[in-house]
């Protein structure tokens, strides 16, 4: 005779499911039935399953992001726009990102970020689907959806990093991120479609919201939350690395594929765009390095970081500022080659990408373990305000304004408008080796703040 627990009841087995444990029921005879072996429903395979959703949807946020510089030349001869005009397109979206930031950090430590998170990928999937449709008499509506598109994808930078906190501790956290990261590079590879489906999030462990202990409903206002951040160095100093990050990262996916255009122009390489259709190969190409070495880059950063920090723990920083200090160089020297080899700056375009993304998962894991838990939705989101509002809000923008200036000063021609984008293109140089400083001065204190947000 079977013993009572061979026949598992249905609804036994939806709790299971539901609360992420190994069920052994007792017997009606005081016999205790065994586990159920169910894979599925143990909490590694849900975390799995939580990362793949969550990385699936950082794929989605950075198609958003960078499906305007994917197809800049066309939407210049669609909208009839100047290459100010054209920059003002980011610079709206990432302003509207960066401003909407706040308020999901502090509803992010506060509420439910399943629902957060779902709302917020809703909101974007429409909007983006709906600019769609917009037609060239109405610049002003398309520059309008772009900020409420980046409205949406705030909520997702925001959470999303915060839940893989929550189900990793630190070892397995620092690889999570390096996957959840690599999607930025491939993200930015999209360059046609401006409709996909809506992500609806479920299933982040009964919530996600009280793993680990950490209670979701702060004990402190935002502003003594703010104050707190504010005296810590090495978040100060990490931020405004990742803020020169961004700024170079927000100029080079605005402006490369028209700056290597004109590039090619100059050497007489292409004919001038004339046709209806601006498309050429850059656009291509330029995606497929920057999938290529964000992959390589953001792997290659966590395992250095994995490795080196059990030897050495100022490595973190250390790694953030020798790969800006490289990529600085690399895309300085890409400038100075473009007129005389175009496979010369595509080289070093690429080893400047690869440097600058060894940084993402490493700049996160730094945020994670110098910030108290109960902060860090907080933190990520003032982070990604400040790295926003002096990085890539402005930089595509004033990139574009150097270049106008500049092309003003004489006649028309190919050679000028090389010119003046190769001489703006140059701030990014420099602001990559700022970047480079402020990561080797966040090594000064990064030991200290994090003794400091470990103590109960």
Request: glycine share 10%; proline share 4%; net charge positive.
């Amino acid at each position: 005779m079977q013993p009572p627990c061979a026949h598992e009841d249905t609804g036994l087995q939806l709790q299971v499911l539901l609360e992420g444990q190994n069920y052994g029921a007792a017997a009606g005879d005081g016999t205790r039935c065994p586990a159920v072996p169910a894979p599925r429903n143990s909490p590694a395979a849900r975390d799995r399953l939580v990362v793949a959703v969550l990385c699936f949807g950082n794929l989605i946020n950075f198609m958003d992001w960078f499906i305007v510089p994917g197809i800049l030349l066309d939407i210049q001869k669609y909208f009839g726009l100047s290459d100010g005009k054209t920059g003002l397109l980011q610079t709206v979206f990432t302003l509207c990102y960066m401003l909407a930031a706040p308020i999901f950090g502090y509803l992010g430590d506060r509420y439910n970020r399943k629902i957060i998170l779902g709302a917020g990928i809703l909101f974007w999937s429409g909007v983006t689907l709906g600019s769609s449709f917009i037609t060239e008499s109405h610049y002003r509506i398309f520059v309008l959806s772009r900020g409420l598109v980046g409205i949406g994808t705030a909520s997702y930078s925001t959470i999303a990093p915060t839940i893989i906190a929550d189900l990793f501790e630190e070892g397995k956290r620092t690889t999570v991120l390096s996957i959840f990261y690599i999607f930025i590079p491939v993200g930015r590879i999209q360059r046609r479609t401006a409709r996909h489906r809506a992500l609806s999030i479920s299933g982040t462990r009964r919530g996600a919201d009280e793993t680990a202990g950490v209670p979701r409903t702060a004990k402190t206002t935002w502003c003594q939350d703010v104050g707190s951040l504010a005296k810590n160095c090495s978040f100060v100093w990490s931020s405004l690395g990742l803020t020169a990050m961004a700024f170079v990262t927000g100029a080079l996916g605005m402006w490369v594929p028209l700056f290597l255009y004109r590039a090619q122009l100059v050497q007489g390489i292409v004919p001038p765009c004339l046709q209806e259709s601006c498309n050429s190969s850059n656009s291509l190409i330029f995606g497929g390095i920057t999938v290529g070495t964000g992959i390589v880059g953001v792997v290659a950063g966590a395992e250095a970081a994995r490795r080196l920090r059990k030897m050495y723990n100022k490595a973190d920083p250390l790694i953030c500022a020798t790969s800006m200090f490289s990529s600085a160089l690399c895309l300085y020297t890409a400038l100075m080659v473009a007129q005389t080899s175009i496979l010369s700056t595509f080289i070093f375009i690429a080893f400047g990408e690869l440097f600058l993304s060894v940084n993402w998962a490493v700049v996160t894991d730094i945020l994670l373990y110098v910030v108290t838990p109960r902060r860090q939705s907080t933190a990520i989101a003032l982070q990604i305000l400040l790295s926003h509002l002096l990085g890539d809000a402005g930089s595509p923008y004033l990139i574009g304004a150097i270049s106008n200036a500049l092309q003003a000063r004489g006649a028309p021609s190919f050679q000028s408008s090389f010119r003046s984008i190769q001489s703006s293109f140059a701030i990014c140089a420099f602001v990559g080796a700022f970047g480079g400083a402020f990561f080797l001065l966040t090594s000064l204190y990064i030991e200290g703040d994090r003794r400091e947000a470990e103590r109960p």
